[in-house]
């Protein structure tokens, strides 16, 4: 049997550019433990059963799989969430639509929805800042609903319901204080789409037309009916798209319309105040 130190050092993954976390992460999640008790325990010998999933879990890695899928879970705010291929892995940068979103409306009672939820990973950390606030989860891909579900019971957040619609197509006349979403935003010939983590991510949770823009004009054009007056707009985009999400705003009739950077710098953002009654 080898040590627990000498697998990690011999994994190989030459294309990961986390490969010691990601090997740490595939061997902690095979013993059943956590990646402290990797370290604290370094020279204990692993069983033959466990040493068998680790290896298969770093094949999978090898291939590009992302480590989230591997594992099944990934962290996202405070949260510890379930996630599947069916929907797009929860992403740090995707963190600043939930803290604008929580110091746009500090404390008060209101009512957010939560559209193209995933495996509810926006919505959750919401209800989880704010259990005064009733969190709405939308998806029209069923096992996403049935996913977001699912974090949301093993969390215990009473305040966030998960429902399937397309957008706004199952709300009725329905209205927030807050609309918020990180729609498809990619362009259908962008080559990012062929590399990396995205490769096995659902192309229908990355891809909106040619521009990256579609979802997102469809989005802006319908949310007013379902906001309450004033009531603020906020979407996610590409680090290159916050000029034109930002006229797209304007023009329906949003105002201070602006965006916000995220760790890196990039325009992540984009936001606007729906004024009219």
């Given amino acids: 049997m080898a040590s627990i130190e000498s697998l990690l050092n011999a994994a190989d993954l030459p294309d990961s550019p986390s490969a010691r976390v990601d090997a740490e992460l595939l061997l902690a999640h095979a013993l059943g433990k956590s990646r402290s008790y990797l370290r604290t325990w370094a020279d204990r010998e692993v069983e033959a059963d466990a040493a068998g999933r680790f290896a298969a879990s770093l094949a999978r890695r090898r291939e590009g799989e992302p480590v989230a899928y591997i594992l099944g879970r990934q962290g996202f705010w405070s949260l510890d969430l379930d996630v599947a291929p069916h929907t797009l892995i929860p992403r740090p940068d995707t963190e600043l639509l939930v803290e604008t979103t929580l110091a746009l409306l500090p404390g008060s009672p209101a009512r957010v929805l939560d559209l193209g939820t995933g495996s509810g990973a926006i919505a959750l950390a919401l209800a989880s800042e704010r259990p005064a606030w009733q969190v709405t989860g939308v998806d029209r891909v069923e096992q996403a609903v049935a996913l977001a579900q699912g974090n949301r019971a093993r969390l215990g957040l009473e305040n966030a319901a998960f429902l399937s619609s397309h957008w706004f197509e199952g709300l009725g006349g329905e ?50 009916a379902h906001l309450m007056a004033p009531g603020w707009l906020l979407l996610e985009h590409g680090f290159d798209q916050a000029e034109a999400v930002r006229a797209l705003l304007s023009q329906r009739g949003f105002a201070e319309v602006h965006s916000r950077r995220d760790l890196a710098s990039h325009e992540r953002i984009s936001l606007g105040r729906w004024p009219h009654e």
């Fill in 175 to 224: 209205r927030y204080a807050a609309i918020v979403s990180n729609p498809p935003y990619i362009a259908s010939d962008d080559r990012h789409l062929g590399e990396g983590d995205v490769r096995f991510e659902p192309s229908s949770a990355l891809v909106s037309g040619v521009d990256g823009l579609d979802d997102i004009r469809s989005i802006i054009e319908q949310a007013p």
